[in-house]
């Protein structure tokens, strides 16, 4: 197992992960737009080239992101946990909804085989990540 960080962005992103790559010798890993999800023609035109899911490597660790309109970065944080196999994924998805709030339930996206969010009974805000 092992801990990420993923920060929400208002609509700057991919702006920001540039300048961190620029300034802070990152390597951007990856970028998904909200468009190139399955339903993405669900998603308002404006939003489209948004990121839905933003990954960079900083100084060895791994920040990930997206773009949310009325986010306010760092006040909509979650603890993301990258698993390392489905099955794991889907053990630990079960204890922390156990109680909890769903907000996207466990499904594989273009960018995981396993993904989910939810708050858990405690009120902390999880991302659980399988992208193998």
């Not at 960079?56 to 006040?75: W, Y």
């Not at 994924?89 to 996207?104: Q, T």
Request: proline share 2%; with cysteine; charged share 25%.
């Amino acid at each position: 197992m092992k801990l990420d960080i993923y920060v929400n962005y208002k609509r700057n992103c991919r702006e920001a992960f540039h300048f961190y790559e620029q300034h802070l010798g990152g390597k951007i890993l990856s970028m998904t737009t909200f468009g190139e999800m399955p339903g993405g023609g669900n998603v308002n035109e404006d939003q489209k080239n948004d990121i839905v899911h933003g990954r960079i490597e900083i100084g060895g660790g791994v920040l990930m992101g997206a773009d949310i309109a009325q986010a306010e970065p760092m006040r909509s944080a979650y603890l993301t946990l990258t698993l390392n196999t489905a099955a794991e994924a889907e053990r630990v998805y079960a204890i922390l909804a156990e109680g909890g709030e769903i907000f996207m339930k466990m499904e594989q996206t273009p960018f995981a085989t396993r993904f989910a969010m939810l708050r858990d009974k405690f009120g902390a805000s999880w991302m659980l990540l399988c992208e193998s």
